[in-house]
Each structure stands twice: as C-alpha cells, then as structure tokens.
C-alpha cells in the first residue's frame, strides 16, 4: 500500500508534466478568448480596442453560421454510421481464418497511415474526376454519365473520403474487441441451434457494445476539427463549408483575428456539448 511519503512524491514528480499540459492548453484558449473580445486586425493596424460581445454576435448571426453547423454534424454523422457499420463487418470478416489474413489486414488498416490531404488529393483525382476518375470509366462502362461527385453530391463525397480514412481505425479496434470473445459462448449457442444472425445479435453485438462507443467517442473528437478534406476538394462550396472552415474563412477574408477567435470559441462549446452527450453514453455502457 501507497504511504503518504510515496503519494507526495509520486504528485511532486507529476507536477511539471501536469503545469506543462495545462499551459499548452490554458494559454491558446485564454488568447483565442481574449482576441473575441476584440477588434484585432494585424494586416491593419493591429489591436483596434475592445468590441465586447460584437464579434459573437456578428458570427452566429451570419447566414453561414447555422449551415456550417449543420454541415458539420451531417459529415461527423454520416461518417461515424459507416465506419461503425462497416467496421464491424470488416472486423468479424477479419476474424475468420482466411489464406493471407496477415497481408488483408495490412491492406485494411493502410488507409489510416495516409495522411488527410494526400487521401483527399487521391480520391478528388484518381477516383471523383469526371473525366479522368476511376469512377467516371466504371460509370461509362455500363453506360451511364458520368457523375459530378464534388458538386452534385458533395457532403455524400467528403463523407466518403473521410470514412474511407477513418474506417481502418474503427476496425482495428472492434477486431480487438471481437477476438476478447469468450469462444465458448459461440460455440454452446451453435449447439442450441442458434442461427448466426441470432449468435451475433446477442451475443457477438453486445460484446462489441464498449468498443463501439470508444470509436464514435475518439472519431467524434477528430471530426468535429475536419478541414483538410474540405480545403482540398471543394473549398467550403456546394455546402459543405463546416464550423471549423467556415473560422479559417472568417479570418482569411476580413483578416479579422477577433472574429475568427469568437468562432472557435463557437467551436469549443460546440464540441463540449457533444463531448459531454457522448460521455453520458460511454459511461452508461461501461457501467453496464
């Protein structure tokens, strides 16, 4: 048992890492708060004076404001439902003793080793291009026209290409999961006669159920921030301008600092609030 002497070391030891961490994230958040408050324009002047509360309210009164949001919430949705849908069936897929199981899933987790804007440089060139894309010839070969993917269907493509990144890390760990099974359960339901749907909906699926809150709880965290996949393919257009691109905007066309400050703190409680849902169903399934 830990004594008192051990405990005060063991805290005197922690102390710089914990001051350290704490001003890596109290000292960015404490300026970004500071400049909301006011007119801060470097390219013009610098700091004009304090604003008060009009950099909020000229932020979420714009008409991109509302949209951006809900763009964000749309791409962090619609990613998080295929990587967990398909990351499942990829992970029992990758469970069963296959010929080249070792090389299949090296292919599988690869894409998450891609960095974000050479996956989007990739999928916006090699497979979405009207002309020249992987897609484009697939369609013309059974005789259809070519689709526009990044104006005709743009959230549905940046969706796409983040799922397709994210989707090796949603398997990886619902494989862990899958193979912490106890075999024997699976084994004594097959003796019972239980069909494999009804194997995997009672047992196979409630078993996966703390892994499955752990990847939307970590995914979420990440895609609530997505930019690069959007600067690189569409730049904000066609709708799928989010919270976090609609800030880099902000601040590269007014060159207004205090705007753009006043949107990520926008920002900040925006992921709070989904953080703060997500736990509520993390620590339900965790306690179950």
Do not use: C
Not at 79 to 90: K, S
Not at 152 to 178: C, E, K, N, R, Y
Request: proline content about 5%; charged content about 10%.
């Amino acid at each position: 048992m830990a004594t008192r002497h051990s405990r005060s070391a063991a805290r005197l030891m922690m102390a710089p890492a914990v001051i350290l961490l704490l001003g890596w994230m109290l000292v960015p958040l404490t300026m970004t708060l500071w400049f909301s408050f006011r007119k801060y324009l470097p390219m013009r002047g610098g700091d004009l004076g304090g604003v008060g509360f009009d950099n909020y309210v000229r932020f979420v009164t714009s008409s991109a404001f509302w949209p951006s949001v809900q763009a964000t919430l749309v791409i962090v949705g619609g990613v998080l439902a295929i990587t967990v849908t398909f990351g499942v069936l990829l992970a029992l897929l990758l469970d069963q003793p296959i010929w080249g199981q070792g090389i299949v899933r090296i292919l599988v987790i690869a894409p998450f080793f891609v960095m974000p804007t050479v996956s989007a440089l990739v999928w916006k060139n090699m497979f979405m291009d009207p002309v020249n894309g992987l897609l484009a010839h697939l369609w013309g070969f059974f005789g259809a026209e070519p689709v526009q993917w990044l104006s005709q269907a743009p959230l549905a493509s940046i969706i796409l290409i983040v799922a397709w990144q994210w989707l090796p890390f949603a398997t990886l760990i619902l494989l862990t999961a899958i193979q912490s099974l106890d075999s024997e359960q699976l084994e004594a339901a097959e003796m019972d006669g239980a069909p494999p749907l009804s194997r995997f909906g009672h047992i196979v699926l409630p078993h996966l159920g703390r892994a499955i809150t752990v990847v939307v709880l970590i995914q979420t965290i990440f895609l609530l921030s997505i930019f690069a996949e959007i600067f690189v393919t569409t730049q904000g257009s066609f709708g799928t301008r989010t919270l976090t691109y609609l800030i880099y905007q902000r601040v590269l066309e007014s060159q207004n600092v205090g705007l753009g400050s006043a949107g990520g703190i926008y920002a900040v409680i925006l992921a709070n609030i989904v953080a703060i849902f997500l736990m509520r169903i993390v620590g339900k399934n965790l306690d179950a």
